[in-house]
């Protein structure tokens, strides 16, 4: 029970002190809302497009802000060492890490329903697979923010994790079958797709969206769980072998 009680209080800590921040909030809305109307605006075939964009705008929110708040809360708190205090708090490490981790997760939940919400005043979402789609969100968020944690403990500073999660996200844009079939990559860079997180969560949206996925969901969601699990130990292990080792 101490522990659980220090995971939220950890959780609560970095909630107030980065996530819920007026220029985050405003952040989070603008965001998703930006986006939304620029592929909107581009594609040019009225309402019912919207759609068929959805799962990319979605997926580009969680991405951008998962990893983008992850550098600057652990990147924050290493460079004024707050962070080598926290890691000598006498809860489960892997616990701790989650508490860190846990806000950057519901922050990037929430960026996704902003389009989504938008999105329902517009057109009809009644067709969605919720089952799906929600889960689906939910692992996205998870392995953008171990994504960006794995990032963050590489760096010292806050524009080096920012240059460095580029390396990662605008190659996921435009590979992972976003905003336009994997099918219709060069056949030497599908691959690189496939070694990608955010292809299976896009396939995952696709498919509850509108009910056009490659790939079945038993593999979508398997993928994105393993992808979880290695992105987390490998940030843990970075970790331990930087500060407790």
């Not at 594609?43 to 997926?59: A, D, K, R, T, Y």
């Not at 846990?102 to 969605?128: C, K």
Request: a positive charge; hydrophobic letters at 55%; one cysteine or more.
């Amino acid at each position: 029970m101490k522990d659980w009680r220090a995971y939220f209080a950890i959780l609560a800590k970095d909630m107030k002190t980065y996530y819920l921040k007026p220029p985050n909030i405003s952040w989070g809305i603008i965001f998703p809302l930006v986006w939304t109307g620029m592929f909107f605006i581009r594609s040019g075939s009225g309402l019912g497009s919207i759609p068929n964009l959805l799962p990319g705008v979605i997926s580009v929110a969680i991405l951008f802000g998962t990893t983008s708040m992850l550098a600057v809360n652990i990147t924050f708190e290493k460079k004024n060492r707050s962070f080598e205090r926290l890691l000598l708090a006498p809860i489960p490490f892997e616990l701790l890490m989650l508490a860190k981790t846990g806000g950057a997760i519901l922050f990037g939940t929430a960026n996704a329903f902003v389009p989504v919400i938008i999105a329902a005043f517009i057109v009809d979402l009644s067709g969605i697979a919720w089952a799906a789609f929600v889960p689906g969100i939910i692992l996205i968020a998870m392995s953008s923010t171990f994504l960006g944690l794995f990032i963050a403990v590489a760096v010292s500073e806050v524009f080096e994790a920012q240059t460095f999660s580029n390396f990662f996200r605008f190659p996921m844009i435009f590979l992972c079958g976003l905003f336009f079939p994997i099918a219709k990559l060069p056949v030497f860079l599908k691959p690189f797709s496939y070694a990608l997180p955010l292809t299976y969560g896009a396939d995952i949206l696709h498919g509850a969206v509108h009910g056009e996925h490659a790939l079945p969901y038993l593999l979508d969601f398997g993928a994105l769980t393993a992808f979880c699990l290695v992105l987390f130990a490998a940030s843990l292990w970075n970790i331990k072998r930087k500060w407790i080792l």
